[in-house]
Antibody, heavy 122, light 107 residues
Framework: QLQLQESGPGLVKPSETLSLTCTVSGDSISSSSSYWGWIRQPPGKGLEWIGSVYYSGSTYYNPSLKSRVTISVDTSKNQFSLKLSSVTAADTAVYYC??????????????WGQGTLVTVSS | IVVTQSPATLSVSPGERVTLSCRASQSVSSNLAWYQQKPGQAPRLLIYGASTRATGIPARFSGSGSGTEFTLTIGSLQSEDFAVYYCQQYSNWPPWTFGQGTKVEIK
C-alpha cells in the first residue's frame, strides 16, 4: 500500500524559505507510473495545488507561486521536496504531498500524506 | 478556470439523499474529481472522470455532469459521510483548481 509522509519545520519566519520533505513508502518514487505533488490548505480554507515533479526531475508549478517554488526529487532516498522562498503569513497552511498517475488525463490525486501544518510567524 | 461549489453548507439528516453542485467557469469536459475531507484528515478521492468511483468508494456516492455543471450525489447519508466535499478540475492547467468546498453537517 502506497504511503506518503510529510516532514519539516512547523514554524518558519517571514521572508525565510519553507522546506518540506515527503517520504514515499510502498512504491518506488522512480516508478514511471507516478507524478508527485504538493498541495496546501490555509486554515479553514480550500485546497491549492502548488506543483508536481516526475522522477526524472521534470517539474511544473502553479503560475501564482512559480517564482518562489522549487520541487525536487531524491530517488536514492525515495523522497521529494518542496522549497517555498520569501514566505509571508499568507503561506501559513497545512501542506500535503500527494501522488497522481502519470497517465494522460489522470490529473487527480489518489494518494495523500496526512499533511503538516506550517506556520509563518516571527 | 474558476471552480465554484454550492451551497457552502448543507444541513441534512442521516438517511437523506444529498446533492452537491460544482460549476466550472469554462468547459472542463469530464475532467472533474470529487474529494471528501474529514476534520484533521487529508482529502480522499471519491470520484474521477466526473462519474467514476475510486477504488473502495461505496456505491451510494455517484457523480454526474460534463462541461461546466457537475453534481455529487450521496444516495443515503451515513454518519461517516458528514465531511467537507471538494471538486477539482483537471482539464486546463496549470493550475489545476479546486472549489472552495461544501460542508455537509448534521441537521
Amino acid at each position: 500500500q502506497l504511503q506518503l509522509q510529510e516532514s519539516g519545520p512547523g514554524l518558519v519566519k517571514p521572508s525565510e524559505t519553507l522546506s518540506l520533505t515527503c517520504t514515499v513508502s510502498g512504491d518506488s518514487i522512480s516508478s514511471s507510473s507516478s507524478y508527485w505533488g504538493w498541495i496546501r490548505q490555509p486554515p479553514g480554507k480550500g485546497l491549492e495545488w502548488i506543483g508536481s515533479v516526475y522522477y526524472s526531475g521534470s517539474t511544473y508549478y502553479n503560475p501564482s507561486l512559480k517564482s518562489r517554488v522549487t520541487i525536487s526529487v531524491d530517488t536514492s532516498k525515495n523522497q521529494f521536496s518542496l522549497k517555498l522562498s520569501s514566505v509571508t503569513a499568507a503561506d501559513t497552511a497545512v501542506y500535503y504531498c500527494a501522488r497522481r498517475l502519470a497517465v494522460v488525463g489522470t490529473y487527480y490525486f489518489d494518494y495523500w500524506g496526512q499533511g503538516t501544518l506550517v506556520t509563518v510567524s516571527s | 478556470i474558476v471552480v465554484t461549489q454550492s451551497p457552502a453548507t448543507l444541513s441534512v439528516s442521516p438517511g437523506e439523499r444529498v446533492t452537491l453542485s460544482c460549476r466550472a467557469s469554462q468547459s472542463v469536459s469530464s475532467n472533474l474529481a470529487w474529494y471528501q475531507q474529514k476534520p484533521g484528515q487529508a482529502p480522499r478521492l471519491l470520484i474521477y472522470g466526473a462519474s467514476t468511483r475510486a477504488t473502495g468508494i461505496p456505491a451510494r456516492f455517484s457523480g454526474s455532469g460534463s462541461g461546466t455543471e457537475f453534481t455529487l450525489t450521496i444516495g443515503s447519508l451515513q454518519s461517516e459521510d458528514f465531511a467537507v466535499y471538494y471538486c477539482q478540475q483537471y482539464s486546463n492547467w496549470p493550475p489545476w483548481t479546486f472549489g472552495q468546498g461544501t460542508k455537509v453537517e448534521i441537521k
